[in-house]
């Protein structure tokens, strides 16, 4: 009978009322954690006053924290998901968001606030994997990308809205609103989640890489902590660089990333498959994917800060200064999409860096007298460079692994994205505090003016366009895949799915 019934479901015409239901519990927990990632960043220079903090080489971990928590969960959404089953770790994954959400409202001190935002990455991590899987195994083979095109809505709303809306709050009611807004939509959320969706069926699944989930997140976490222990003291003007902080942080790191990556590639079943490495046309691929989420991520960052310490501007008008950038890219975002079936992902890489790397020349020209235009319009050249080129790329990451390993591509990039979020946050702020405290030195002065921060961030953004060159010039050593069409179809589909 059940398999009657079954058949009845696949032979059905497919009605997008058929799985509303589902679709909607699941758009709203990717939306609440997607919002919750570029909102905090608003609030940083608050959150500094509010613990009376010199600066802000320790509140930045409330970032750092969060997406190298997700770093460390994504690739065990698979395993979690076929052990336990996709709605059971959906709706924990929720539950804990919402719990670490509550509990960074209530938090007193910046350490316990970098703890429970470590709790919030550890559940938003999982969400948008096993949303994903979801959302295939919900669709109909033949309207995977009309559905999927629906999930795009609140991938891009949620980076526009989140400076826009926690600048509000900031500014309006206080910082704590920032995760207290996360509570009715969490529960909302879990409740839509335990009616509505399906309980897929559990899967065999290998032994977990316990070694490989130890190693990743000491490795990734220590190195990052090495690099943003660098730079110039704030209080006595020294290099730290030397400093034990940073010497052990970047040992450990080191000697930890060396054995992991040891682990994974003697493992059958490695957390994460670093043996796509071996396509040189990947790997190029993935390098210039960092370093557009470097020039990405670090600018969602850094400007925020800029616009609030260097012009005095209040939270709200930081978030909507910022808009341009998220509007740009999901505007530019489906346009990039069809151009890439025709063009393929080259092209729209090298338009892309190019964009990126006016933006970053642009914003390297930042004066004390510049007005909001001038750091709009760069922001909105990066969303649209971003946009032109973000799924051309990850389909010609998928498309250029092995097609053995195509399914656990997904797992290792976004992963590496979070890792990436973070070394970007570490290393720029590092950067742009080096260049602060010398230039503070040769002039003389005791507390940093417009005319300071403008050089400082100047000078970061100096060095970012650097890195952005180096990106075009790898996109122009991009090769088309050598797979077949109907591979290729089937490979972008393949990491979607949850199960390894």
Same mark, same amino acid.
Request: aromatic share 8%; charged share 10%; hydrophobic share 50%.
């Given at each position: 009978?059940?398999?009657?019934? /079954?058949?009845?479901?696949?032979?059905?015409? $497919?009605?997008?009322?058929?799985?509303?239901?589902?679709?909607?519990?699941?758009?709203?927990?990717?939306?609440?954690?997607?919002?919750?990632?570029?909102?905090?960043?608003?609030?940083?220079?608050?959150?500094?006053?509010?613990?009376?903090?010199?600066?802000?080489?320790?509140?930045?971990?409330? %970032?750092?924290?969060?997406?190298?928590?997700?770093?460390?969960?994504?690739?065990?959404?698979?395993?979690?998901?076929?052990?336990?089953?996709?709605?059971?770790?959906?709706?924990?994954?929720?539950?804990?968001?919402?719990?670490?959400?509550?509990?960074?409202?209530?938090?007193?001190?910046?350490?316990?606030?970098?703890?429970?935002?470590?709790?919030? *990455?550890?559940?938003?991590?999982?969400?948008?994997?096993?949303?994903?899987?979801?959302?295939?195994?919900?669709?109909?083979?033949?309207?995977?990308?009309?559905?999927?095109?629906?999930? *795009?809505?609140?991938?891009?709303?949620?980076?526009?809205?989140?400076?826009?809306?926690?600048?509000?709050? %900031?500014?309006?009611?206080?910082?704590?609103?920032?995760?207290?807004?996360?509570?009715?939509?969490?529960? =909302?959320?879990?409740?839509?989640?335990?009616?509505? &969706?399906?309980? =897929?069926?559990?899967?065999?699944? @290998?032994?977990?890489? &316990?070694?490989?989930?130890?190693?990743?997140?000491?490795?990734?976490?220590?190195?990052?902590?090495?690099?943003?222990?660098?730079?110039?003291?704030?209080?006595?003007?020294?290099?730290?660089?030397?400093?034990?902080?940073?010497?052990?942080?970047?040992? !450990?790191?080191?000697?930890?990333?060396?054995?992991?990556?040891? !682990?994974?590639?003697?493992?059958?079943?490695?957390? &994460?498959?670093?043996?796509?490495?071996?396509?040189?046309?990947?790997?190029?691929?993935?390098?210039?994917?960092?370093?557009?989420?470097? @020039?990405?991520? *670090?600018?969602? $960052?850094?400007?925020?800060?800029?616009?609030?310490?260097?012009?005095?501007?209040?939270?709200?008008?930081?978030?909507?200064?910022?808009?341009?950038?998220?509007?740009?890219? *999901?505007?530019?975002?489906?346009?990039?999409?069809?151009?890439?079936?025709?063009?393929?992902?080259?092209?729209? %890489?090298?338009?892309?860096?190019?964009?990126?790397?006016?933006?970053?020349?642009?914003?390297?020209?930042?004066?004390?007298?510049?007005?909001?235009?001038?750091?709009?319009?760069?922001?909105?050249?990066?969303? @649209?460079?971003?946009?032109?080129?973000?799924?051309?790329?990850?389909?010609? &990451?998928?498309?250029?692994?092995?097609?053995?390993?195509?399914?656990?591509?997904?797992?290792?990039?976004?992963?590496?994205?979070?890792?990436?979020?973070?070394?970007?946050?570490?290393?720029?702020?590092?950067?742009?505090?080096?260049?602060?405290?010398?230039?503070? =030195?040769?002039?003389?002065?005791?507390?940093?003016?417009?005319?300071?921060?403008? /050089?400082?961030?100047?000078?970061? $953004?100096?060095?970012?366009?650097?890195? @952005?060159?180096?990106?075009?010039?790898?996109?122009?050593?991009?090769?088309?895949?050598?797979?077949?069409?109907?591979?290729?179809?089937?490979?972008?589909?393949?990491?979607?799915?949850?199960?390894?």
């Amino acid at each position: 009978m059940s398999s009657d019934k /079954s058949l009845a479901e696949k032979e059905a015409p $497919f009605s997008m009322r058929s799985i509303l239901g589902p679709l909607v519990a699941i758009v709203v927990g990717i939306f609440m954690v997607i919002l919750d990632g570029t909102a905090v960043n608003v609030a940083l220079p608050k959150l500094q006053e509010e613990f009376k903090l010199l600066n802000l080489s320790l509140v930045q971990w409330t %970032v750092i924290g969060y997406a190298l928590a997700q770093a460390a969960v994504i690739p065990l959404a698979g395993w979690l998901s076929d052990r336990f089953g996709a709605k059971k770790i959906f709706l924990i994954s929720v539950g804990l968001f919402t719990i670490g959400s509550g509990l960074c409202a209530l938090a007193n001190t910046v350490e316990m606030l970098i703890t429970f935002r470590i709790i919030q *990455g550890l559940g938003g991590g999982v969400v948008v994997p096993i949303a994903m899987a979801f959302i295939y195994r919900l669709s109909p083979p033949g309207k995977v990308g009309a559905v999927m095109g629906m999930m *795009g809505i609140p991938i891009l709303l949620g980076p526009a809205l989140g400076p826009v809306v926690a600048g509000w709050l %900031v500014e309006y009611h206080s910082w704590q609103w920032i995760f207290l807004i996360n509570l009715p939509i969490g529960v =909302i959320g879990i409740i839509l989640g335990i009616r509505t &969706l399906p309980n =897929i069926q559990r899967q065999s699944v @290998a032994s977990l890489d &316990l070694l490989g989930m130890l190693l990743g997140p000491i490795a990734f976490a220590a190195l990052v902590y090495g690099v943003s222990s660098g730079g110039i003291d704030p209080v006595t003007g020294k290099s730290t660089w030397t400093s034990p902080d940073t010497l052990i942080g970047s040992g !450990v790191g080191i000697v930890a990333l060396v054995l992991f990556v040891i !682990v994974e590639l003697r493992r059958d079943n490695p957390l &994460l498959e670093l043996r796509v490495f071996r396509s040189g046309n990947f790997t190029k691929g993935i390098i210039v994917q960092w370093i557009s989420q470097i @020039a990405m991520f *670090g600018t969602m $960052f850094l400007v925020p800060l800029y616009l609030q310490q260097a012009h005095g501007y209040s939270p709200l008008k930081t978030g909507l200064i910022m808009l341009p950038q998220a509007l740009a890219s *999901g505007l530019f975002m489906p346009i990039g999409g069809k151009l890439s079936d025709r063009f393929g992902a080259r092209p729209l %890489v090298l338009a892309g860096m190019a964009l990126t790397t006016i933006s970053a020349l642009l914003l390297s020209n930042i004066s004390g007298n510049s007005g909001v235009g001038t750091v709009m319009l760069p922001l909105a050249l990066l969303g @649209a460079g971003m946009g032109l080129f973000m799924m051309p790329l990850n389909n010609h &990451l998928i498309q250029s692994a092995p097609q053995n390993l195509v399914g656990r591509v997904t797992s290792l990039t976004n992963a590496a994205q979070q890792v990436m979020m973070s070394f970007a946050i570490a290393i720029l702020m590092t950067i742009f505090t080096t260049k602060m405290k010398n230039v503070m =030195i040769e002039s003389g002065k005791q507390k940093p003016d417009i005319d300071l921060y403008a /050089s400082s961030f100047g000078y970061t $953004f100096l060095i970012l366009l650097g890195i @952005a060159v180096v990106g075009g010039l790898l996109g122009l050593m991009l090769k088309k895949p050598q797979r077949a069409e109907g591979d290729s179809k089937d490979g972008a589909e393949i990491p979607i799915m949850v199960g390894h």
